[in-house]
């Protein structure tokens, strides 16, 4: 089964007008200029950063997210943006449900599951994050905690079309600590089956899994190129060209 790599940078809350504007910019050439013809890139820079990021990737093989949105189309929601904005603004994915917004907007599993159903709704592909916390994983929960955040987390509208996983162990983000690549693996392997029982065995087999977690130069090629790894999710790395383009570089295809 090929599933093709996508390579996606979530920038968090990072970058101003300008320096957005030059990362943006550098993705896009650079990545036509080196990158794989067949990986897929994504950037996905902070909400006031979009339209500028537009632009600067225009016409280029880069393509335009957001970090997070609320599952209604508008309305009284102070300080939210709905998927159907996202989508005016030239965006094709949406991340939903990053651990970052689960601990810190104490985001539920229900949650998530409306924000993403509303986001396939409106036209976009999101990016459902899932992953434990060090405490889960000392107490090897890894796998029961990812099952119960795919079934309350992943709607019933997802296919593999439209939805992409990325399993980022919450331990590993932003701490250069990774799982070893038989952890990764086998956690991959158990996503898929749990995506199976859930969406059936052709949704399982054609859905993209990422891995997010210190994702770097220099892990790259170990983790992208395990089996069941269909590309990475990326946090401080891809706020440089040149990390961002050297991991798309170590991926299998
Ligand atoms: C992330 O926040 O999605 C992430 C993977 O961050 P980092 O690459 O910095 O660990």
Request: proline fraction near 3%; include cysteine.
């Amino acid at each position: 089964m090929v599933r093709k790599t996508l390579i996606a940078g979530n920038w968090k809350m990072n970058c101003h007008l300008e320096d957005g504007i030059t990362l943006a910019k550098g993705v896009a050439q650079e990545a036509k200029k080196r990158a794989r013809k067949d990986c897929e890139f994504l950037i996905c820079p902070p909400f006031t950063l979009l339209m500028a990021a537009k632009k600067a990737i225009k016409g280029s093989r880069v393509m335009l997210g957001a970090q997070d949105c609320h599952f209604a189309a508008s309305g009284a929601h102070t300080g939210d943006v709905s998927p159907q904005m996202l989508k005016d603004l030239g965006c094709q994915y949406v991340i939903v449900g990053h651990s970052e917004r689960r601990t810190n907007h104490y985001e539920s599993d229900e949650l998530i599951a409306k924000k993403a159903s509303a986001a396939i709704e409106a036209g976009l592909k999101v990016i459902i994050c899932i992953g434990e916390t060090e405490k889960e994983r000392d107490e090897n929960k890894t796998i029961e905690v990812c099952t119960t955040q795919i079934m309350g987390s992943v709607p019933e509208n997802a296919t593999a079309q439209n939805t992409v996983i990325a399993y980022e162990p919450v331990w590993a983000i932003g701490t250069g600590k990774t799982p070893t690549s038989q952890d990764v693996e086998d956690v991959h392997a158990a996503i898929r089956k749990v995506i199976s029982k859930k969406l059936g065995r052709a949704n399982a087999n054609k859905m993209r899994i990422l891995y997010g977690g210190s994702m770097k130069p220099s892990n790259a090629k170990e983790l992208l190129n395990l089996p069941d790894v269909d590309g990475g999710l990326i946090g401080g790395a891809s706020l440089k060209v040149e990390d961002f383009i050297a991991i798309s570089e170590a991926s299998k295809q």
